[in-house]
């Protein structure tokens, strides 16, 4: 959370800083009009600066991820700047319009325009020919994108249907990137804020264009064809099987995840990889019904049928300088762990001084039959938590079972809120929080 607070600060601050240095608000007198249109400027900087970088964060481009933590990092940086976007851009159209609205009701008086400078080269006379016509795609691509951003954030809209509209923000960016070119304050050209803000616009050109065409994470996708299906009932899990074609996919870490396509109209949706890689081709997924399409998988779902899957992401990936690592997982938050666990008996290494707690509201005994096979067969100790009969795990249960908790990493994955009280619970104890690693699963 620390390296994507620090991005949003600083693309923030940093273009704040730059509107600051070319309007010079200190070397100015204000009227309100003239004010207005100052903040104007500013406003949908901002906008633009959140909305461009989103753009570009959406691509998914693996070298970030070291830099924000993981793609799931990434994604939660992607969405607080589409919110961003949303409430500067809701502002930014309050005093462009709202000023025309007041001028109308006859409650200001604009002041009267002064002659246009002549245009004085290509690029301006661009701008002033099609400055009316940028508004009016600004104005109405506002409209769009404030729709579209709500309901992406509205996480009972279906999966299906956000995945089909999100893709038109693209085209609403698209509109806002001529807006803004056009519109943007033309001293600005003469600073360096005209320049960042171009370089994040053609950024964002680039994702927007990826994503209209489909291309977003097409170097990463591999074709493959479902090969074993297994449904358990007690715990609401499908586990998928998925033989790929051994020269589309280089391998992956234990711990890191994959978009999933079976090709029935749903898009892409990303599961942890519950296999670690043998240079097989096969990858695993156990699947939770935590929603309507993930519910109605174990009906539609055949083996022989199509898959693509793009990764792998993730940097959730078990490394630390710890001598002791301590893994939580919740219920399906199990997943990574397993991964990790066959990747040690594969090699036949031992997961020296690891703890493994699970916690689940019933554990179901097949799951943890092969559980206790795997543990034991590379050398992890497993604490198993039944939540309806023992009780939620928490930081006291976990610093009496293991009492060299301070000397450990840990590993956690399961549902947010169990998440955040066992930070915040040993984080209270003198835990430091940069040694407790967690998935930010959340897409939306």
Known sequence: MKHIKSTYAVL?????????????PWAQTYTLFTFRSAFINYTGIIAMGAMSLGMMLALRPVFVEPLLGGLDKSYRLHKWLGVTALVIGIVHWLWATGFKWAVGWGWLTRPARGARPPADGFFMQFVQDYHKLGEQFGEWASYLAAILIVLALVKRFPYRYFFSTHRLLALTYLALVFHSVVLIKFGYWQNAVAWVMALLMVGGT???????????????RALGTVETLEHNQNNQTLRVDIRLARDRWEGHAAGQFAFVTFGDGEGAHPFTISSAWKKDGLLSFHIKELGDYTARLPATLKTGDGATVEGP????????????????????????????????AHHNKTGDAVDLFYSAQKLDETSVARLRQLTEASGVTLHLIDSERDGKLDAARLSETVPTWKDASLWFCGPAGFGHSLRQGLAARGFQVKHFHQELFDMR
Not at 13 to 24: D, M, N, P, V
Not at 317 to 339: C, H, L, N
């Open 12 to 24: 923030i601050i940093g273009l704040t800083l730059l509107w600051l240095f070319a309007e010079q």
């Open 206 to 220: 680039v994702g927007a264009i990826a994503s209209l065409t489909r291309r977003i994470g097409i170097q990463r």
């Open 313 to 344: 992401y993730g940097c959730f990936r078990f490394e630390s300088d710890k001598p002791r690592q301590i893994w939580v997982a919740g219920g399906i938050g199990i997943t990574p762990f397993i991964a990790r666990l066959e990747e040690l």
